[in-house]
């Protein structure tokens, strides 16, 4: 049983490059989220998804863009990346309204630097 | 998702319990208290929850206040693998109460040989 599978662990990026973390789980979670952590902060959310087809902006959306095409895959994609986008972005997983527990599990991280 | 308040750090002797307190006074009547730790820069990891009874796990014992405002963790033997940081959250239930879930800057908790 993976749970939450984060790639890549490590990136490193220029001014203006775009790319995609990836972030998939496999124990079929209808929710779904993205966060950012910064050296010595906590856990800043960027966007969530409460099922495939459905998103929404949480507390920093700018500069991030995503989807949910299948239940198991949540990508998150910086558009034009900034150096201030550097940090650590954990994605994150758990049931939905039904079969509710709250518990959120989380993948290892994916250390994102911009130059 | 309700606001919560934790204490920025704390340490806490090898074998002694560790107390960690978060407030959370705007907390309603649908929501649980989460608490999950975060050792190094690993992913969260969740500990317990409850909603308004206490709770024991194989981890730690969540005790909730009776008006349901604050709460406090309970390591009962820390031990140095505890050194980490432990975040208290609230997550509501159904209703898309669970949808927006915030973490604040959490307990940076170091245990001491």
């Known amino acids: 049983n993976a749970g939450v599978t984060q790639t890549p662990k490590f990136q490193v990026l220029k001014t203006g490059q775009s790319m995609t973390l990836q972030c998939a789980q496999d124990?079929?979670?209808?929710?779904m989220s993205w966060y950012r952590q910064d050296p010595g902060m906590g856990l800043r959310l960027i966007h969530y998804?409460?099922?495939?087809?459905?998103?929404d902006q949480g507390e920093v959306p700018n500069g991030y863009n995503v989807s949910r095409s299948t239940t198991e895959d949540f990508p998150l994609r910086l558009l034009s990346a900034a150096p201030s986008q550097t940090s650590v972005y954990f994605c994150a997983s758990s049931y939905g309204d039904r079969g509710w527990t709250g518990e959120l599990f989380f993948g290892e991280g994916s250390r994102l630097t911009v130059l | 998702d309700a606001k919560t308040t934790q204490p920025t750090s704390m340490d806490c002797a090898e074998g002694r319990a560790a107390n960690l307190p978060c407030n959370h006074s705007t907390i309603s009547g649908n929501e649980y208290v989460y608490w999950y730790r975060q050792i190094h820069s690993q992913g969260p990891q969740y500990i317990i929850h409850g909603l308004k009874n206490n709770e024991t796990n194989e981890m730690a014992s969540l005790i909730i206040t009776e008006d349901r405002k604050s709460s406090t963790l309970i390591l009962p033997h820390a031990t140095l693998r505890d050194t980490a940081v432990y975040y208290c959250i609230v997550r509501g239930a159904g209703s898309g109460g669970y949808q927006k879930v915030t973490f604040g800057t959490g307990t940076k908790l170091q245990v001491i040989p």
């Open positions: 998804s409460v099922g495939a087809g459905i998103t």
């Open positions: 124990m079929n979670h209808e929710y």
